[in-house]
């Protein structure tokens, strides 16, 4: 007699074709399959569990002794990682980075991303998101096919962090490989040599924003740059190395994770047509919008957590040492916390998306991108009401940070 626990696919197995490209193409089949056996699910005999339940992904976030993957956690779970610029590069920043390192990074960097801060923003990101819809409206003018992944969100999302930096207009498009060839390096790999491109894209940025600090050190501008390298000099709170490793961070963070948003939101507006209509009359909707779309179309998927110390997580005994991989896309669609998780629901109530993580390592850049959205999408829609896509949707091969790869479009 067959039991509904020999009909589950073994969790190894789902792994197996999540990572596979038809997988990426679209996990979310891939995620309910998993959560079959569990909110915890132990695919590695005690070494790796993977969280695919909304509670346990959102206390996992806020769980001092779940680590980021720094340098220390490396050592145990990737080795040979120092040999690869692109970890090291990483390890170097407050995204991976533990306390007190990564407490005293954030507190370095964390006021330049505050409400108040962000809010005075509010006429720089409308100026660029009107020069992004202009050049879209421009290229199509005469019918011509568009791909709006890089000519309007790729590039409205360099423009934004490309400006607080201080990086000019003219650097930002031929960035977009380099960026992706580093969000590779977060995929699970089968070969060392996969982190060859990631390497390379690293060490091009990091000569770029270390020739940047000197420029801004000789001659400072009104840009975060040009403030961080004062504060930097002056006070030793962080050091050069630090500093880099941290614009490495907001360039590639602040380029692909509000690309791939903004090139969700688009195409989840043109796929619904009620909803595009309303954003177009009521620019208040458009917040509950981004925030569904951020919940059902997340642009990270996955987070890696590592255990302290032995611990007891929602039941499950958990020792020291152990990988916990929060599935944040599964998390977003767990039926115990949103009613028919499956649908696309703007009017939902009490969204809280785990696409911008939570706690200690939430996002700063969560109310730049939210903003930026919120100003870019409603306003595509007004100046280009005959947009539509030509397309169905293309992913990129990739699963922690997913996108689409391409999006095309006609505006006639």
């Known amino acids: 007699m067959t039991t509904q626990s020999d009909a589950l696919a073994d969790p190894l197995d789902i792994m197996g074709r999540l990572l596979a490209p038809a997988g990426k193409q679209n996990p979310y089949p891939l995620y309910e399959e998993m959560r079959a056996h569990g909110s915890l699910v132990d695919v590695a005999s005690g070494t790796h569990v993977f969280a695919t339940g909304y509670a346990e992904c959102s206390r996992a976030l806020r769980e001092p002794d779940l680590l980021s993957t720094d340098g220390a956690v490396q050592d145990l779970k990737l080795p040979g990682w120092r040999e690869h610029s692109s970890w090291r590069w990483l390890t170097r920043n407050m995204l991976f980075s533990n306390d007190p390192t990564h407490e005293r990074q954030r507190r370095f960097f964390g006021s330049a991303f505050s409400a108040r801060a962000v809010a005075g923003r509010r006429a720089m990101i409308e100026r660029l998101s009107d020069e992004a819809v202009r050049h879209v409206a421009q290229l199509g003018r005469d019918g011509a096919e568009i791909d709006l992944v890089p000519e309007l969100t790729y590039r409205f999302a360099t423009a934004v962090i490309g400006e607080l930096l201080g990086v000019p207009p003219k650097d930002q498009a031929p960035m977009r490989a380099g960026i992706g060839d580093i969000t590779l390096a977060l995929d699970p790999i089968a070969d060392m040599s996969q982190l060859e491109p990631g390497d390379a894209a690293m060490d091009t940025f990091a000569e770029y924003f270390y020739e940047l600090v000197a420029q801004r050190r000789a001659e400072p501008r009104e840009d975060l740059t040009s403030t961080w390298v004062k504060v930097c000099d002056d006070s030793g709170d962080i050091s050069e190395e630090e500093l880099v490793a941290n614009l490495m961070l907001f360039l590639v963070a602040a380029a692909?994770?509000?690309?791939?948003?903004?090139?969700?939101?688009?195409?989840?507006?043109?796929?619904?047509?009620?909803?595009?209509?309303?954003?177009?009359?009521?620019?208040?909707?458009?917040?509950?919008?981004?925030?569904?779309?951020?919940?059902?179309?997340?642009?990270?998927?996955?987070?890696?957590?590592?255990?302290?110390?032995?611990?007891?997580?929602?039941?499950?005994?958990?020792?020291?040492?152990?990988?916990?991989?929060?599935?944040?896309?599964?998390?977003?669609?767990?039926?115990?916390?949103?009613?028919?998780?499956?649908?696309?629901?703007?009017?939902?109530?009490?969204?809280?998306?785990?696409?911008?993580?939570?706690?200690?390592?939430?996002?700063?850049?969560?109310?730049?991108?939210?903003?930026?959205?919120?100003?870019?999408?409603?306003?595509?829609?007004?100046?280009?009401?005959?947009?539509?896509?030509?397309?169905?949707?293309?992913?990129?091969?990739?699963?922690?940070?997913?996108?689409?790869?391409?999006?095309?479009?006609?505006?006639?």
């Not at 909707?285 to 890696?304: I, K, Q």
């Not at 009490?350 to 200690?360: C, E, R």
């Not at 903003?371 to 100046?383: F, H, I, K, W």
Request: glycine share 6%.
């Open 256 to 412: 692909e994770a509000p690309m791939d948003l903004f090139s969700n939101t688009v195409r989840l507006a043109l796929e619904h047509p009620e909803h595009a209509e309303r954003l177009r009359a009521d620019p208040a909707y458009a917040a509950g919008f981004v925030d569904e779309t951020l919940r059902y179309e997340p642009a990270v998927h996955a987070l890696n957590r590592v255990a302290a110390k032995d611990m007891e997580f929602f039941g499950l005994k958990i020792t020291e040492g152990t990988a916990v991989t929060l599935m944040l896309g599964a998390g977003n669609r767990d039926p115990q916390r949103y009613p028919d998780p499956a649908a696309f629901d703007p009017q939902r109530t009490d969204i809280q998306p785990l696409t911008f993580s939570a706690g200690a390592h939430y996002c700063l850049g969560a109310n730049v991108a939210r903003m930026s959205a919120e100003t870019m999408v409603p306003q595509l829609l007004r100046e280009i009401p005959r947009l539509k896509l030509t397309e169905e949707a293309v992913w990129r091969d990739q699963l922690v940070q997913r996108g689409q790869a391409r999006m095309l479009a006609t505006t006639v």
